[in-house]
């Protein structure tokens, strides 16, 4: 807390600060660390900046680990219930493309996951998350337009996976989100949503470490 609270400190303007995700799996009662590894010390990025790590480098904001600037939270409509799972994910892209984010390349808090949990188990109900997701791209087109752009450019959506791709092409309202590079990401995330359930946790990290590798390098 204090750490977020002087990056705060020292970039008042930012809309939040957030670090490295770690989660604990209930079951096993085991901590994993995730590195994303935006930086070597405490860092601010501008929207223009998070917008070009994005387009390459695909991340999102561990909620558990944010920290907001009140201020700059209520500016940017604070959380939004009708969104449920997506109130969290779309508060914070709003906010760091509006006002830019702190990052702190360690891990400062932990996500305990449980396979009962609320947030499980509102990912697998396919209709809750098909409505989130165009409420979302409602709320773009309209109260959060002078934003939509950075959300297109990186390529930036509520959902990864092949059904997001299949309710975008259904949905004519909606194409002006579609690129080619949102397209790789949905093909992409989407596989490895399918194939990671056959991973341990160790394996999905190693493999992670060795994507991030190659990506960093590259």
Known sequence: MKKSIKILQQ???????FCDPSIIVYEKNLIYNFPLHLS??????????????????????????CLFNRSMLIKCGGFISDLE???DWFACFVCAFRHGVCYIP????????????????????????RNTFFKILTLLNSTHSEIKEYFKKSAV????????????FISPKYYSYIS???????????????????????????????????????
């Open 106 to 129: 360690e891990s400062l808090s932990l996500a305990m996951v449980r396979k009962e949990s609320y947030s499980a188990q509102g990912l697998s109900d396919g209709l809750r998350q």
């Open 11 to 17: 970039y008042p303007y930012a809309g939040f600060s």
């Open 180 to 218: 080619f590079r949102l397209i790789k990401r949905l093909i992409a995330r989407g596989s490895w949503n399918y194939f990671r359930s056959r991973f341990s946790v160790d394996k999905r990290n190693k493999i992670r470490k060795l994507i991030l590798k190659y990506k960093i390098s590259t």
């Open 85 to 87: 799972l997506g109130a």
């Open 40 to 65: 070597d010390k405490p860092t601010y990025f501008t929207p223009d900046h998070l917008s070009k790590i994005l387009k390459t480098y695909f991340f999102t904001f561990p909620s558990n680990s």
């Open 157 to 168: 959506v509520y959902e990864y996976s092949w059904r997001a791709l299949f309710w975008l």
